[in-house]
């Protein structure tokens, strides 16, 4: 197997960090439910597309950057994008194989599950209320998913053909 070159692992670095952004970037206290898992799409893509170099270890670290930058308890969105990366892992040789509609249904169950964990972590941690709105973010994640596929690979064409 051919070594990643570094322009290759700055791509997956600043894409990944475009996506924190995103996901941290401040909206008006009814819009934040809308918000998509940018982070968690993005990892999933690379958890796929680069399945050798993107993995548990950069979920654990971009999730120790969001509690750090959010305020969370420690450890937290550290452990849900690591398991997050590690069901990437684990249906990684089906995933490929599926259309994109079927990639988007795998997606919407895996942003799903992981968000089913950040509540219940969430109820664990405080008094909080929990109800099936936390599901909208893993619905519009696999919305966009085909899009989102389509717009790199379509980035990736033409990156390599320069």
């Known amino acids: 197997m051919a070594t990643p070159s570094p322009a290759h692992l700055l791509w997956i670095w600043f894409t990944l960090l475009l996506a924190?952004?995103?996901?941290?970037?401040?909206?008006?206290?009814?819009?934040?439910?809308?918000?998509?898992?940018?982070?968690?799409?993005m990892l999933i893509y690379?958890?796929?597309?680069?399945?050798?170099?993107?993995?548990?270890?950069?979920?654990?670290?971009?999730?120790?950057?969001?509690d750090l930058i959010e305020g969370a308890p420690l450890g937290q969105n550290a452990l849900l994008l690591s398991l997050l990366a590690f069901l990437s892992a684990l249906v990684y040789p089906r995933f490929r194989a599926y259309s994109l509609v079927q990639q988007a249904v795998l997606i919407f169950v895996l942003l799903g599950m992981v968000q089913?964990?950040?509540?219940?972590?969430?109820?664990?941690?405080?008094?909080?209320?929990?109800?099936?709105?936390?599901?909208?973010?893993?619905?519009?994640?696999?919305?966009?998913?085909?899009?989102?596929?389509?717009?790199?690979?379509?980035?990736?064409?033409?990156?390599?053909?320069?």
Do not use: N
């Not at 599901?135 to 320069?162: H, M, N, Q, Y």
């Open 20 to 41: 924190l952004c995103l996901q941290v970037m401040p909206l008006a206290d009814g819009w934040q439910v809308w918000r998509p898992d940018w982070l968690g799409l």
């Open 116 to 162: 089913l964990a950040e509540q219940w972590m969430r109820a664990l941690f405080g008094p909080f209320l929990m109800h099936l709105s936390y599901l909208i973010p893993a619905l519009i994640g696999a919305l966009l998913w085909p899009w989102l596929t389509t717009l790199f690979e379509a980035l990736g064409r033409r990156k390599t053909r320069d």
């Open 46 to 66: 690379w958890c796929m597309r680069a399945p050798l170099r993107v993995g548990v270890f950069h979920g654990f670290a971009l999730g120790i950057l969001i």
